[in-house]
């Protein structure tokens, strides 16, 4: 069964590459889908190209896992690549609620379409993208959190500094 991780990974964190590796042994393919979000292009750190570059440095050791990215509703990417499961990290219960909304909507849009939610390890339950990129901003360690290659594309970012 193939399967989808989709996600901004703005950028990918030790979190999402636990989720990665964890459904990989789930299903016969994974594919992590970055939104190319058009409408918030400038609200990102790294650009699309450079997000999809991070995971792909990433997932290389694993053989069923490709990097992709969508536009527009997740529900239509699904469909375009014959897709049923979307695969989620759900880290503290402030998750809870913003995965249920987005789980009831794209359920509305198609109802076929299943999401499974991946518990976070327990080093991970408290790790974002937001969270690596403000303490990156002011100078802290981020080591652990991030994979090395991330960690020096975000020591070159001078939009953080
Ligand atoms: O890593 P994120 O930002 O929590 O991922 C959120 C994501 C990309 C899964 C979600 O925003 C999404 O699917 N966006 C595409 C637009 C869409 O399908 N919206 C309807 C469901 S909210």
């Given at each position: ?5 989709p996600g901004s990974f ?21 594919t992590v889908a970055v939104l190319n979000n058009i ?8 650009t699309l190209e450079?997000r999809c570059?991070?995971l792909l ?9 490709t990097v992709d990215y969508f536009e527009g509703?997740?529900?239509?990417y ?84």
């Amino acid at each position: 069964m193939r399967a989808v991780y989709p996600g901004s990974f703005d950028p990918v964190t030790n979190g999402h590459l636990d989720i990665i590796e964890r459904a990989s042994k789930m299903y016969e393919h994974l594919t992590v889908a970055v939104l190319n979000n058009i409408r918030k292009q400038e609200s990102s750190l790294f650009t699309l190209e450079e997000r999809c570059a991070m995971l792909l440095e990433c997932v290389a050791q694993y053989p069923n896992v490709t990097v992709d990215y969508f536009e527009g509703l997740l529900i239509d990417y699904m469909q375009s690549k014959n897709a049923r499961v979307i695969v989620r990290g759900l880290r503290a219960i402030s998750d809870f609620e913003y995965e249920f909304q987005i789980n009831s909507v794209n359920k509305k849009l198609c109802p076929d379409i299943e999401t499974v939610f991946i518990m976070a390890s327990n080093e991970y339950s408290y790790l974002s993208s937001s969270i690596v990129k403000e303490v990156a901003c002011f100078g802290g360690c981020i080591e652990g959190l991030v994979p090395e290659s991330v960690k020096k594309r975000l020591s070159n970012k001078s939009e953080i500094k």
